[in-house]
């Protein structure tokens, strides 16, 4: 478990009856590199591995497949709470409802990042580019992908930073 337990105190000296515990459920970094403004909202997400690991391709569509809930979202990734593990380094294929307002289906992602607390996972999918997805596929690989699967273009990241902004300004406004 890569639970850490922390201990401080109101004054931050010593220890007294105004000792806290803090039991963080996930490791957490600070991170000041962010090139997308990240949103907190908290939607069903469903995904499917399309190559793994262990080098296991599905290029149909027709590898494991799993359900998550959405922590996060930007017009770089998405970061999901799921109960079936994943490796970093697999890729996926995602598929989102943004409240009930906008429909992202077929985008693949790369797993950056899979840290387990008990029975969750925390996994971190950066949304990838389709010259980017040559740096994982074969040439043969790449060919098999079907033409309604798309990398995360400028034309996908503009529909989600315009969901984000929306999002964002009416948050604003109340």
Same mark, same amino acid.
């Given at each position: 478990m890569m639970s850490k337990e922390k201990t401080r105190n109101s004054t931050g000296t010593g220890h007294n009856r105004n000792t806290?515990?803090?039991?963080?459920?996930?490791?957490?970094?600070?991170?000041?590199?962010?090139?997308?403004?990240?949103?907190?909202?908290?939607?069903?997400?469903?995904?499917?591995?399309?190559?793994?690991?262990?080098?296991?391709?599905?290029?149909?569509?027709?590898?494991?497949?799993?359900?998550?809930?959405?922590?996060?979202?930007s017009a770089g990734g998405v970061l999901i709470l799921s109960e079936a593990p994943l490796e970093e380094g697999t890729l996926v294929v995602v598929k989102m409802m943004l409240q009930g307002i906008e429909v992202i289906s077929n985008?693949?992602?790369?797993?950056?990042?899979a840290e387990s607390d008990e029975n969750e996972w925390l996994i971190g999918i950066e949304f990838i580019?389709?010259?980017?997805?040559? *740096? !994982?596929? #074969?040439?043969? @690989?790449?060919?098999?992908?079907?033409? *309604? !699967?798309? #990398?995360?273009? @400028?034309?996908?990241r503009n529909i989600l930073n315009k969901y984000i902004y929306t999002r964002k300004v009416t948050k604003e406004e109340k």
């Open positions: 806290i515990s803090i039991k963080a459920p996930f490791k957490i970094e600070k991170d000041e590199k962010r090139r997308f403004i990240r949103l907190e909202i908290t939607d069903p997400l469903s995904y499917s591995v399309m190559k793994d690991r262990t080098n296991s391709f599905w290029p149909q569509g027709d590898g494991p497949a799993y359900t998550g809930s959405i922590l996060n979202v985008v693949i992602g790369l797993v950056k990042r580019t389709r010259e980017k997805l040559t *740096d !994982y596929l #074969s040439t043969a @690989e790449y060919e098999l992908i079907p033409q *309604d !699967y798309t #990398s995360f273009d @400028e034309h996908l």
